[in-house]
C-alpha cells in the first residue's frame, strides 16, 4: 500500500485531512506533500498514523520512507515490509476462508492441523 491510501484512511476516519492533522500534530500541507510523494513522515509520525488507522507499524513507516528514498538496496528493503504484511495479510484471510470450507471434525486437533496445513501450502507458494 502507497503512504497516499494510508493518509485517505486517515482522513476518512478523522472527516477531513485538516482534522487527521490536528490528531497526528502536524500541519495539513504536510500531509498534502506526503499524499502526492513530495515528503515522507517521520517515524513517530507515521506510527501514530498507522496506530490510528489500525494498519500495521512498519508498513506505515517503509510506505513513508519509500518516497524520499534513492539508494536501490535500501528501497527493496522497504518494499520488502510491505510485500512481507501484506502476505500475512494473504494468509489470514485464506485461514479465515478453510475455517468457512473445512471438514466438519469432532477433534479440535484435526482441525487445527487442517488449518496448519493450508498455512504452510501458501507459505511455500
Same mark, same amino acid.
Given at each position: ?18 482534522? *487527521? ?19 515522507? *513522515? ?6 501514530? *498514523? ?49 475455517? *468457512? ?25
Amino acid at each position: 500500500m502507497e503512504m497516499r491510501e494510508f493518509i485517505e484512511m486517515g482522513e476518512k476516519k478523522a472527516g477531513t485531512q485538516k482534522q *487527521l492533522a490536528e490528531y497526528l500534530d502536524t500541519r495539513y500541507t504536510t500531509l498534502g506533500l506526503v499524499k502526492n510523494g513530495k515528503k515522507s *513522515l517521520t517515524t513517530a509520525l507515521c506510527i501514530k *498514523l498507522a496506530r490510528y488507522i489500525e494498519v500495521d507499524e512498519l508498513e506505515v513507516i517503509a510506505a513513508s520512507n519509500l518516497i524520499i528514498e534513492k539508494d536501490e538496496e535500501r528501497r527493496k528493503i522497504f518494499e520488502s515490509c510491505l510485500k512481507r504484511s501484506s502476505k500475512a495479510a494473504s494468509i489470514a484471510m485464506i485461514i479465515g476462508a478453510t475455517a *468457512l470450507s473445512a471438514p466438519s471434525t469432532n477433534s479440535f486437533e484435526n482441525s487445527g492441523s487442517y488449518h496448519t496445513s493450508v498455512a504452510k501450502q501458501f507459505i511455500l507458494c
